[in-house]
């Protein structure tokens, strides 16, 4: 994305003032603890919790860990997305089986799916699938419920004048349906990154042999503070650069669209 | 092209073939209003457009123009009457017609080339071939250099020139065209006025010209019909424009036959807009 200039503060400006915002806010949580005003018990220590990420890295022991939860999250974000894509235009274009779904399609949305993941344990094991299952769940509906709406919000007049040109359905759907989805998708692929992560490291919290989340939950049980909010700065960090890749990709695709949103907050 | 003058509810003239490239019969179209209450939009029509003449449909606003070119293009079924093109009942799209439309239309995720090279696409011509074809177009339409830009990108009479190139390059008989003009500024409007009746004088196609401005209506058609202030809406007179071709419509305006042809018209006009305004005030 080219980095032009926006209401005079260049981007590097930008760049400086979140590096100085994250350095305060780690050295206001050190401060903080250290003159207790914060307990060190409940609240670890900025420094120890930097030193145990880079003992993890150097002896190389949270790689299996990180693997696990990584790809876990990969397969929940791909499966979902593609089956919420795919029955979200079947739906979309067949109006009578959205209207028998319907009901169905709400109660699934509505009903706290995390409750799944012991049942998921028990069709699936204890390995990576059950953490995919539960992840497929919470990303599905995101993507469904926005294609849905994607397709039904295709220009009228835009379609009135494909068709008119002369286009078969299969030609609609692609040359109308799945580019105006895109740009829906893509705006729930961003919250549907953080809901893969949710689904793989709840379902490695609730019973698994290794994962952040395992790591995490170990961390806990012996009142370690510092692993704990190592682990879940770890996981911030992947969710974050997840995203990233996700708005680069989107920024390739959706080149057709007037740079408005973009600038603001996925800059 | 004749100019034979017309009275009202003619017969098909003698020299053209034997069926009107579009032929509205008795068509009434009437829809569901909020409280229950049909609404009757347009009432019995009858109305020929021969094969290449350019017909302009004028009214007042919200009085069904756009409805009788939503049936022309069969995007519209009438509630009765029928609709034949070419002498064949239409059933379906009419796939004869190439519409123009008043918003934009544009596939806006798709470059100008390639919205103008679609509609070849979907016919079975492979893409390295209609792309050349739409190349052609688009300097036809004065836009060579410009057809990679996305429809945003564009300035809007730029995006109805590639409307127009959309439309044309297919090459259809029959034309519908709905105000496609009205959301322009004056000089990008007379520009797209006379770049249409060029076009349209190299390749005769039936068109139905719908617009509320008298002048745009009088300047490009062979005909001008008058339709009523809706409910209801049907033709109430018609004029033939016997002003020669080819015309420059910023300078056709100034002639005298300009002149009376819209003093002549403007008195039928006026009568529907006022009862229109009167209509609307309840």
Known sequence: MPRVKKKGISHATVMLYRVLLLIAAFVAWWGLVKIDVLPRFFFGDPIQVLQRLLRWFTTGT???????????????????????????????????????LDPFIKAANSMPRLIFAPIFALWFGLGIWSKVALGVTLVFFVVFFNVFQGVREVSPVVLANVRLMGASRAQLMRWVYLPSATSWVFSS??????LAFVGSVVGEYLGSARGIGYLILQAEGVFD????????????????ILDQTVSRIERRLLRWQAPIQAQTLQA | MTTASYSTRSPPRVEAPAAPAVRFDKVSCRFGGHDGAAYTAVADVDLDIAPGEFVAVVGPTGCGKSTLLNVASGLLEPSSGQLSVFG???????????????????????????????????????RAQAQEEARGWLARVGLRAYGDRYPHQMSGGMRKRVALAQALILDPPILLMDEPFSALDIQTRQMMEDLLLKLWSANRKSVIFVTHDLEEAISMADRVVVLS??????????????????????????????????????????????????????
């Open chain 2, 88 to 126: 064949h009942r239409l059933v379906g799209l009419n796939r004869q017609a190439a519409y123009l439309f008043q918003a934009d239309a544009l596939m806006p995720w798709c470059t100008g080339v390639d919205n103008i090279a679609a509609g070849l696409q979907f016919r079975g011509i492979p």
């Open chain 1, 225 to 240: 503070i510092d692993s704990v909010l190592a682990g879940i700065l770890l996981l911030t960090v992947f969710a974050l």
């Open chain 1, 62 to 100: 949270i790689f299996p860990h990180l693997a696990d939860t990584l790809l876990e999250t990969m397969l929940s974000f791909v499966i979902g997305t593609a089956s919420g894509l795919v029955v979200g235009l079947w739906l979309a274009l067949s109006p009578i089986t959205a209207r028998v």
């Open chain 2, 229 to 282: 202030a809706g409910p209801g809406t049907h033709p109430v007179a018609e004029f033939a424009i016997d002003l020669p071709r080819p015309r420059e419509v910023s300078e056709i305006r100034l002639t005298p036959e300009f002149v009376r042809l819209h003093a002549d018209l403007w008195q039928v006009l006026k009568q529907e807009v006022l009862r229109s305004h009167a209509h609307a005030e309840g």
């Open chain 1, 189 to 194: 692929l961003h919250n549907a990154v953080g």
